[in-house]
C-alpha cells in the first residue's frame, strides 16, 4: 500500500474525530485513517508513517483558547520532508484566526484552511479529493529528476513519448518515471560524458543507454533500459560497437512492464572525462 492511501486527523474533540473519520471513510474506502488527539499523539505517528493529507486543528486543548500545538505538528510535518497535503481546522472565531490561517498557509505550505464552524461532510470529502490530487502530483514530480538527468535539453514530452515507443513500454508516465527511478535514482546526480548531452536512444536495438559518472557513489557507469525481449542482443549490440561493457561489473537489473533495465559499473573511468559537475 502506498504513501498516498493514508490520511492523518488531528483533533482534541471526540465529535469532530468522528465527523472526519466518516467523512473520510465515505469518499476514499480505502485510505488507511490514523487519529491523534494531541500533540505528542501526532508525532509518533508522523514518526512512523508519511500521510498524503492531514486534518490538523489548529488547538489541541479545548480547555486552553491559547493552544496552537496544531502549528507545531505540522511543523512536525514539514520537518520530516513529507509533501503531505495539510488542511489547517480551526474552531476559533474573532481577529486572530486569520492572521493563523495565513501563516499556516505561507509557512507550512498548508494546501487549504477549514472553520469547523462551516464544515460539512462534502466540504471534508473536497478537500480530502484535492490534498490526494495535489500530493500525488508532488510525488511525480519527484519521480521525473531519474528521466529529467539523462534527457538533456530535449523537450520532456517529446522525449518520453520517444523512449517509451522506441523500447515498448507497457504503462502509465508515473510508471515510466517510477521504472527509472527505481533502476538508478540511488545513483544521483549524475554527470555527462564529455561530448554527450543525453542519453542515446537506439530505436534498431530498442535500446536507451548512456554512460555517466554518478558524484553518488564516485564513479563510471552505464545505465541503460529496453524492450525485454531484445534487451541482451542489444547489450551485446552496443558492447562490440563501443567496448565500453568489456571491464563493466552489473551492479543493479530490474524488469517491469515489458522493460529490462541494467546499470553498469564502469571499471577504470576517470572523473576527467566527464562533465563538469
Known amino acids: 500500500m502506498g504513501s498516498d492511501k493514508n490520511v492523518l486527523i488531528v483533533e482534541d474533540e471526540e465529535q469532530w474525530r468522528k465527523i472526519y473519520e466518516r467523512a473520510v471513510s465515505s469518499q476514499q474506502p480505502g485510505q488507511t485513517i490514523k487519529v491523534a488527539e494531541d500533540l505528542t499523539g501526532a508525532e509518533r505517528l508522523i514518526d512512523s508513517t508519511q500521510f498524503a493529507v492531514a486534518f490538523v486543528d489548529v488547538g489541541l486543548d479545548i480547555s ?3 493552544n496552537v500545538d496544531g502549528l507545531r505538528v505540522m511543523q512536525k510535518i514539514r520537518d520530516t520532508g513529507d509533501d503531505t497535503s495539510i488542511v489547517v481546522v480551526t474552531g476559533r472565531s474573532g481577529q486572530d484566526v486569520l492572521p493563523i490561517a495565513r501563516d499556516a498557509m505561507k509557512k507550512y505550505g498548508a494546501f487549504d484552511t477549514i472553520g469547523k464552524g462551516s464544515a460539512g461532510p462534502s466540504d471534508i470529502r473536497r478537500l480530502l479529493t484535492g490534498g490526494l ?4 502530483n508532488a510525488r511525480t514530480s519527484q519521480l521525473v529528476d531519474a528521466r529529467n538527468s539523462i534527457r538533456g535539453a530535449a523537450d520532456p514530452m517529446v522525449w518520453d513519448r520517444r523512449v ?7 504503462g502509465s508516465a508515473r510508471d515510466f518515471y517510477g521504472l527509472l ?3 538508478f535514482g540511488e545513483y544521483l546526480p549524475l554527470v555527462n560524458r564529455i561530448g554527450t548531452e543525453q542519453a542515446r536512444i537506439d530505436n534498431q536495438n530498442k535500446l536507451v543507454y548512456g554512460n555517466y559518472w554518478s558524484r553518488a557513489i564516485g564513479a563510471g557507469m552505464l545505465i541503460c533500459f529496453g524492450a ?3 534487451f541482451d542482443k542489444g547489450i551485446n549490440a552496443i558492447s562490440a560497437d563501443s567496448g565500453i561493457l568489456s571491464d563493466s561489473v552489473p551492479v543493479k537489473e530490474l524488469a517491469s512492464h515489458g522493460v529490462r533495465g541494467a546499470v553498469f559499473r564502469v571499471e577504470g573511468s576517470q572523473r576527467d572525462e566527464f562533465q563538469a559537475g
Open 181 to 183: 527511478d527505481k533502476l
Open 228 to 230: 525485454a525481449e531484445v
Open 64 to 66: 486552553d483558547d491559547h
Open 133 to 136: 490530487e495535489a500530493y500525488r
Open 164 to 170: 517509451t515507443d522506441a523500447i515498448d513500454f507497457r
